[in-house]
């Protein structure tokens, strides 16, 4: 059995709420490495980058959703092996895709990230 030496993993912040990863039991997620993917994304800067290299055609005054969370969005999914926009549809209600992203409101959808690819 492994020994584990850190009972908590500290994953910063997301507004006034602290992201941590605790061993403990509770509300489970098979998907917590999306933590991980999205601490190396803030430190290497990737959707970040990705959002300032392509054009955003949206009426800005209609945005909702800003460019680089939805790189971020996808970029996640993609690394998750959600493939297709359409996992977007249930992706976009998902608290721990939502925390990786960085808000804690409804993701952009299907339609949305694909209007914003155009």
Same mark, same amino acid.
Request: with cysteine; aromatic share 4%; hydrophobic share 35%.
């Given at each position: 059995?492994?020994?584990?030496?850190?009972?908590?993993?500290?994953?910063?912040?997301?507004?006034?709420? *602290?992201?941590?990863? $605790?061993?403990?039991?509770?509300?489970?997620?098979?998907?917590?490495?999306?933590?991980?993917?999205?601490?190396?994304?803030?430190?290497?800067?990737?959707?970040?980058?990705?959002?300032?290299?392509?054009?955003?055609?949206?009426?800005?005054?209609?945005?909702? $959703?800003?460019?680089?969370?939805?790189?971020? *969005?996808?970029?996640?999914?993609?690394?998750?092996?959600?493939?297709?926009?359409?996992? $977007?549809?249930?992706?976009? $209600?998902?608290?721990?895709? *939502?925390?990786?992203?960085?808000?804690?409101?409804?993701?952009?959808?299907?339609?949305?990230?694909?209007?914003?690819?155009?």
């Amino acid at each position: 059995m492994p020994k584990c030496t850190a009972a908590e993993l500290p994953f910063g912040r997301l507004g006034r709420c *602290q992201i941590e990863a $605790h061993f403990t039991g509770g509300a489970l997620s098979s998907d917590g490495g999306l933590m991980l993917l999205r601490k190396t994304d803030r430190r290497i800067g990737l959707s970040e980058a990705v959002a300032k290299a392509l054009h955003d055609p949206r009426d800005p005054d209609r945005i909702i $959703h800003s460019l680089r969370d939805l790189v971020a *969005q996808r970029l996640y999914a993609l690394c998750y092996g959600y493939e297709d926009l359409n996992d $977007h549809t249930a992706l976009r $209600h998902d608290p721990l895709m *939502q925390t990786a992203v960085g808000t804690r409101a409804e993701l952009g959808s299907c339609p949305t990230l694909h209007r914003s690819t155009a």
